[in-house]
């Protein structure tokens, strides 16, 4: 469901400087619902938010003159104490003007010259000023202002990569910029746009839409994670993984097609793997992987993905209950029963040692193919040459080769009476 996000642009000049290096125009163009289907920043987050960030209510003022000087701002990173002053002295103007904000989710104030680039809950601060930037450092576009506009809607987290709690890593996330990769404006010239931002991060801002996903293993068909006018699938997740398929398209040329998987930790999104068609992303254990992600083929042109997922997980077997039946004998399950495993045969498979401590049972349950079954129990008295263990509420089992014959044998202590021993299977005669 969209939520209304209203932003205000307000462009401010500083006292002393005239200069307004983008028309009120071109700022309607880019931050208004009336410069839609331009790729502007209402369009970046339509797309990127699934429709959840409604931006159709954005407004701009200005160019508003400021009662301070620029060299009056004394703001920055490392100074973040005098930052908010920006916004104070903005609000002050807008009100000086008659403008009422308080219909709006945040601000953005839009400077004429630069001072800084920031954004926190309620507030983004960039400048229009171009003069001997490099294209992708252009602040007022849908590229890097869009981060700090995220931020403004108290989504403080930037992207990460795998191995590392260091932010701003990820090439294919505008939650990363400057270190990511944003592609050309189509008319723009010299004018950044996205990149997007992934499926995993969307999910943490409860934008991502879970009806276009898809949650199997076997071969998926996906679409471009931010093209919710095509039919099919969006995003897979696989176990923790989100998968997407983002083509050199839109918001996302300035990289290669692609299919990236992310996993969500720390309140953000990490990048795992980047995929190109034939490459595969497994997880576990090398020889016989808990999972597998394949790009079986991208197919730019239909817009297409095509991803074979394997996942490997626990399914039931075999369930038994009451009474565990074996030849001439049966195990009936109680409460107080505990179980060891150890390999007490020396064969290829460990056994199941049964204890219940409330009714003295001791038993061994072994695997026939097609279920558990009770191939050994003994109760109270448990004889062997010469010795004898008196089963007791306080017995505790640990399974060890003690005697390094490939077999393992099970330990038995008691803490109570201080009995410790060693049982062993062995030929009953």
Known sequence: MATQTPIAFLLVKFQGSNVEPMTKAKAEQMFKATGRGTMN?????????????????NEVFGWLTLSQKQSDYKGSGANPAARPDIFTWARQ???????????????VVVTNVEVDM?????????TAATAGKQFWEMQAAPSVLCQEIIHGLGVNEHTRRHGSD????????????FNANPGHHPTIVNFPVGPGTNAAFMKRCTWLDTSR????????????????????????????????????????????SVVLVHYIANHTSYLVSALSAGSEFNWG????????????????????????????GLIPVWIGSGQIPGAGMHWSRDAADQFVAANVDGGKHQEILIANNSNGYLGLLKWNGSALAPVWIGSGRIQGAGMHWSRDAADQFVSADVDGDGHQEILIANNTNGFIGVLKLEPLV
């Open 41 to 57: 920043v209402v369009d970046w987050f339509d797309d990127n938010s699934h429709g959840h960030v409604d931006m159709t209510g």
């Open 93 to 107: 103007a807008a009100t000086a003007a008659g403008i009422n904000l308080s219909p709006f989710t945040a601000v």
């Open 118 to 126: 920031f954004g926190s809950a309620g507030n983004v601060c960039c």
């Open 166 to 177: 260091v932010d701003y890593q990820d090439p294919y996330d505008v939650m990363s910029m």
């Open 213 to 256: 996903g898809v949650a199997t293993a076997g071969q998926v068909v996906l679409r471009p994670l931010h093209r919710r006018d095509l039919s099919g699938p969006l995003y897979l997740t696989v176990g923790p993984y989100y998968v997407e398929y983002r083509p050199s398209r839109r918001w996302d040329t300035g990289f290669s």
């Open 285 to 312: 254990n090398p020889l016989s992987p808990f999972g597998s992600i394949k790009v079986d083929a991208i197919d730019d042109a239909a817009q297409t993905a095509t991803i074979t997922a394997q996942i490997r």
